[in-house]
């Protein structure tokens, strides 16, 4: 039985300070370790000018093993895909909020300096219509339907006819406070809409001391999270539509219109690192249930369009973009150390941009190393096929434990070299980027005469510069 996954869904460092993961272990640890040794092994210098030969890379990725007493089964016959870069460099970068210039580039660009107005809650028509049901509940014609039952009724009637008397009408538009407003002593947030080219468009950001700042821009109905959302067409099992689902424009336009966005908001050293198709849908679609028919599966789907991901460059070398968001926390860690990777995503349908979001932002990396030394390629290949068994030994035990055998099969697809963020150690808003090999993989799980397809995902990351493994939920 193939299961549809969940569709729902982001200065310079002293070097004595950052932390990356211990040496290769036998058990699947990972954890911070003081990397001052790691940066010095970085700065011993390769010619990395021709970055293929340099790294004694490939031209493919293959291979066939299995382990875990044959519970694991990986084969490779995979691209090796390089920065189109001729030196690998690692740098330092930190967090920070977003500042009152990126609010108003998102107003000047995306809102095209049209008036930001207030999102009102009930209308006054909302508001008298609430009334009168809850005076029905009271008189005793329909049913009380509210939280704390008939006693709770006069205290609501109170309060919903207070709050008719100043509700504001339906058509009415007013201003929103352009800059950010204070809610408490560790946040601010700055909301409203406004009405683009007839359409009507929210920008909401919000500042969370510590914990997880955001912002997103979208045209109604393509992201309010409450009501509809966006996934990759790689959801959709491939039985489940007799035609295959198309974009009916060309990816090289909606990248083009990106990347027009992304410079015009003023983004530096930011590239798209990834594109896929994706679908929009509503929160009601009956494909949140397993076992969609082709039907239900079609009325679902309200549009298509390209999502694309933007991410941070050091030089001429990405940040890269992986679907894993760092918010992983570690046992004895409080949601204070909580710090996700930068997240920028741009969906684009025919219509236009119709849903911008940015996670987490980070401060512009700053250079450490121009030219690191790295593992040449083929020592990465064998720790990847130790760890990759390690990483998995927890099946045997959890065969036990159930009664019955499950496999686990991957099929390795593409290993990409790219920079990634490592918490520092002892803080949560300072990292080091270094190089990382991410070992990419479709995932799918057998047992009983049942399968459980994951879809393509990162199977293993490993540091390019000692070979340790990395924890990319954890984020070291």
Known sequence: MKRILSLLLLACLALGLLVGCQATPDTPVVVQKDQEQMLQTAQQGRDNSALLAALEVPERFTGDWTGVNGFVHVTADAEI?????????????????????????????????????????????????????LQAMQRGEIPVDLDGGYEALPGAIERCAEYARTAPDGDEHIPATP?????????????????????????????????????????????????????????????ALSEPLEVNFPMEDAIRQGDELIKELGFEHVICDAVYPI?????????????????????????????????RCLGDFPISYTPIQGGGIAEGESFTSLWKYEFITLDITEDGLVCFQWISPHTEPVLQVEDTQLMP??????????????KNSDVQLVNESNGFDTVRNYDITKV????????AKGSFDEGLLVPVWDFWGHSVWEWQGETSDFGEEIVLTINAIDGSMIDRELGY
């Open 279 to 311: 679908f929009f849908t509503d929160m009601t679609a009956t494909i949140a249930h397993e076992h969609p028919t082709e039907e239900e599966w079609k009325n679902a789907i309200l549009a298509t369009g390209y999502e694309l991901q933007y991410v």
């Open 416 to 423: 990409k070299l790219g920079l990634m963020r490592i918490k």
């Open 81 to 133: 895909i390089l920065p189109n870069a001729d030196k690998i460099p690692t740098g330092s970068i930190g967090r920070r909020d977003f500042t009152q210039e990126d609010a108003d580039n998102l107003m000047r660009v995306l809102l095209k300096g049209n008036t930001l107005y207030e999102e009102l809650g009930m209308t006054k028509q909302q508001a008298l219509e609430r009334l009168e049901q």
């Open 377 to 390: 390629f083929d020592q990465i290949a064998g720790i990847f096929a130790k760890m990759v068994m390690v």
């Open 179 to 239: 800059q950010f407003v204070p809610k408490g002593d560790r946040m601010e947030e700055l909301h409203g809409y406004a009405e683009v080219d007839g359409k009507r468009m929210t920008l909401f950001i919000q500042n969370l001391r510590d914990f997880l700042d955001h912002a997103i821009v979208y045209v109604d109905g393509y992201g309010d999270y409450n009501t509809s959302y966006a996934a990759p067409f790689s959801v959709i099992p491939e039985d």
